[in-house]
């Protein structure tokens, strides 16, 4: 029997460098539920296998890395024709940094610590730039979710109406979809972190979602309420597509 070698992912592909462990597990695992593909790496060194066996759209480069930094290593792979996107992620702030990086062949640079919105909304224009996108029309039930026009339709066409910050909770519920999402976590993205919001606020928006929805137990999705921590929703038809 002849194995099939299954066809390339069409989803933006993204290589993350950092050498922090934590660090960069928790941004692999945001960049994945926003339906990047994404890849990482502690080194340069380790980093090199993966950058000779495919091209990537973005790569997301530490400046402080163990062996080769990420300034000496953007610019070799712009020596040897590495076209991806860059984004360089930095401790420090001061304009000869931010410059050497730029002259190093960076499309933009973050200082830390950063705003997860802020580095999520810089990694979507980047990988525009590169000719991809991840998916804009989420579906759940049937109701389909439009992040482009920001809205949200029923199954007959007809609009659901929610106001900005519902709209944005519902997107951020059903990217981080079958993951337990802590109230402070939703707050700091949804609201942000600079507006002071009691944390049972989101409480009271879950459940105005739950009715303009007219959620049932046949609905195709529930977002479910996990005593002490927050919320965690899931598509069990019409998943996001």
Not at 33 to 47: Q, R
């Amino acid at each position: 029997m002849t194995t099939q070698t299954p066809p390339p992912s069409t989803r933006p592909s993204i290589l993350i460098v950092e050498d922090d462990a934590n660090l960069r597990m928790g941004l692999r695992d945001n960049l994945r539920d926003e339906g990047y593909d994404v890849t990482d790496a502690p080194s340069a060194k380790d980093a090199a296998p993966h950058l000779q066996s495919r091209a990537f759209d973005l790569l997301i480069l530490d400046v402080m890395l163990p062996g080769e930094d990420g300034y000496s290593f953007c610019r070799r792979l712009r020596a040897e024709g590495v076209k991806s996107m860059v984004l360089m992620l930095t401790a420090r702030s001061l304009e000869d940094d931010l410059v050497r990086g730029f002259e190093a062949g960076a499309q933009d640079y973050l200082t830390k610590p950063y705003r997860l919105r802020e580095l999520l909304a810089r990694v979507q224009a980047l990988v525009r730039r590169a000719g991809t996108a991840p998916p804009q029309v989420l579906t759940f039930g049937a109701f389909t979710l439009d992040l482009g026009r920001r809205a949200v339709l029923r199954a007959d066409g007809g609009e659901v109406d929610l106001t900005r910050t519902e709209f944005d909770l519902l997107a951020f519920l059903l990217r981080h979809r079958d993951r337990a999402l802590p109230r402070g976590e939703i707050l700091d993205a949804v609201w942000g972190r600079d507006v002071v919001v009691d944390p049972r606020t989101v409480d009271n928006f879950v459940s105005n979602l739950k009715k303009k929805l007219g959620w049932t137990s046949t609905s195709g999705f529930t977002i479910h309420t996990l005593r002490g921590v927050g919320y965690r929703m899931e598509v069990t038809s019409g998943g996001p597509s």
